[in-house]
T-cell receptor
Framework: GEDVEQSLFLSVREGDSSVINCTYT??????LYWYKQEPGAGLQLLTY?????DMKQDQRLTVLLNKKDKHLSLRIADTQTGDSAIYFC??????????FGKGTTLSVSS | NAGVTQTPKFQVLKTGQSMTLQCAQD?????MYWYRQDPGMGLRLIYY???????DKGEVPNGYNVSRLNKREFSLRLESAAPSQTSVYFC?????????????FGPGTRLTVL
């Protein structure tokens, strides 16, 4: 398909791990991104991964990339209520602008 | 550094009115972008400017015009606002290095057209 696909909602309990999945479209995308949007705010760059990497870890965040399946995931360890937000996956096609998924709303209950 | 700033934060217009959304960045970035965000639609690109003096249409340019005033500033104009343009508008900027580019976003302008 033409779209970057994400599941729309994920609900977890505080302390659990969250895994947000994304499938992207362009196998030539060099960088893939995860952005976080808190209520009423703009988009904050969380992390990104270069396409020749399989995994990137940054504190509680782990990004896994399966280039063959064009599948990207974001794992948040020890999820906190402050992690409640919308998470957007994005790819950079043709060196111009980002193509975003529709976003996954993460709800963390205590 | 303030990063990317946008004004105004909120605006209510009547159908047919015009307005300009302002965006400025202080990161010496070459490229700037305007997106709109609608519920369940993610972000869609309206216009972008790869470098000072150039602008190009994105996915949803109809009803909008842009001006890259200088390297710092990129404005978005609605000449005759319509209810379908009710949305949250985000400006972003990037260094402008093609596939290695990382975009940084402003806080958004929430626009309602009645």
């Amino acid at each position: 398909g033409e779209d970057v696909e994400q599941s729309l909602f994920l609900s977890v309990r505080e302390g659990d791990s969250s895994v947000i999945n994304c499938t992207y479209t362009d196998s030539s995308s060099t960088y893939l991104y995860w952005y976080k949007q808190e209520p009423g705010a703009g988009l904050q760059l969380l992390t990104y991964i270069f396409s020749n990497m399989d995994m990137k870890q940054d504190q509680r965040l782990t990004v896994l990339l399966n280039k063959k399946d064009k599948h990207l995931s974001l794992r948040i360890a020890d999820t906190q209520t402050g992690d409640s937000a919308i998470y957007f996956c994005a790819e950079n096609q043709a060196g111009t602008a980002l193509i975003f998924g529709k976003g996954t709303t993460l709800s963390v209950s205590s | 550094n303030a990063g990317v700033t946008q004004t105004p934060k909120f605006q209510v217009l009547k159908t047919g009115q015009s307005m300009t959304l302002q965006c400025a960045q202080d990161m010496n970035h070459n490229s700037m972008y305007w997106y709109r965000q609608d519920p369940g639609m993610g972000l869609r690109l309206i216009y972008y400017s790869a470098s000072e003096g150039t602008t190009d249409k994105g996915e949803v340019p109809n009803g909008y015009n842009v001006s890259r005033l200088n390297k710092r500033e990129f404005s978005l104009r609605l000449e005759s606002a319509a209810p379908s343009q009710t949305s949250v508008y985000f400006c972003a900027s990037s260094a402008g290095q093609g596939h290695t580019d990382t975009q940084y976003f402003g806080p958004g302008t929430r626009l309602t057209v009645l």
